[in-house]
């Protein structure tokens, strides 16, 4: 069914007539570079101005603090300890996520560095889904839990059709997680991938189509309890389709969400403004 109701942001307030129309090219939904720290309290996405909430002690590192090291390069700082909700959360962006779902077509993609030891948690996100089992996990991502880079979608925890896992340990004894690396998790229907730093590590099949009910994203934690990310997120962005090997390699060099190509703005179908586009 298509989504109803209102999208409030900081960028715009719009009435939702149809689900969202996610566009072509690779239907960027929401990209959080976490540069501007003018509002310590919230962080707003680059595409629709989606607000990210800060709570509980999440914080903009200093300058230079980023995945690229440049000086006005920051990212997001989830502290090195168990915190409950320290993490930033976004509620307008439910109804995009919602259409990704209508899709079954997903990516997220995202920098990580881990600030102390590896410990048996933690959630790098989590996006909410009322119809999802375990805790409404509608996609979400142990990056790692112990020694396994875990994604889940649709629930959790079965290998035929929620999760597909890698065990790092096995890929690579050295892997240091105190470094920045880039990750990206893909679903196009039932065939879901992990990739880390522009490398393909794991393939699998999940049947379970993706929600079609998000309310809510979390970075750097799961809801309510403290499994937050002991470290940094750094520029972390959504798009409504899996993304193929050379996008997802241009990430992983360091390109922006905001200039693969081909890419379009996702819009509100029904819905005046907010809308643009780089495609020719």
Request: with cysteine; aromatic share 8%; glycine share 10%.
């Amino acid at each position: 069914s298509d989504v109803t109701g209102s999208v409030t942001s900081a960028a715009a307030t719009l009435s939702v007539y149809e689900a969202p129309n996610l566009g072509t090219g690779a239907k960027l939904i929401a990209y959080w570079d976490f540069n501007d720290a003018n509002v310590s309290t919230q962080t707003l996405d680059s595409v629709h101005g989606f607000v990210g909430k800060l709570t509980n002690g999440a914080a903009f590192t200093a300058g230079g603090g980023g995945q690229s090291g440049q000086a006005g390069d920051r990212a997001m700082d989830f502290g090195n300890v168990a915190v409950d909700n320290r993490s930033v959360r976004v509620t307008d962006i439910a109804p995009w996520l919602s259409a990704a779902g209508l899709a079954d077509q997903i990516t997220v993609s995202f920098w990580q560095r881990w600030s102390v030891s590896i410990t048996s948690c933690c959630s790098s996100f989590w996006m909410v889904s009322p119809s999802s089992t375990e805790r409404e996990r509608g996609v979400q991502a142990h990056i790692p839990y112990g020694d396994s880079i875990i994604f889940d979608t649709a629930g959790c925890c079965d290998h035929a059709t929620q999760r597909i896992e890698a065990h790092i340990s096995v890929l690579d004894p050295n892997f240091n997680w105190q470094t920045w690396h880039h990750f990206a998790l893909t679903k196009s229907n039932a065939v879901k991938q992990i990739w880390i730093d522009g490398r393909h590590i794991v393939q699998g099949t999940n049947t379970a189509a993706l929600p079609t009910d998000f309310t809510e994203l979390v970075l750097g934690n799961q809801p309510e309890i403290g499994n937050n990310l002991r470290g940094n997120l750094d520029d972390f962005a959504v798009f409504g389709s899996a993304l193929h090997p050379a996008q997802i390699s241009a990430l992983a060099q360091g390109t922006s969400p905001l200039l693969l190509d081909p890419y379009t703005f996702t819009t509100l179908a029904g819905s005046a403004g907010n809308s643009g586009s780089t495609d020719a």
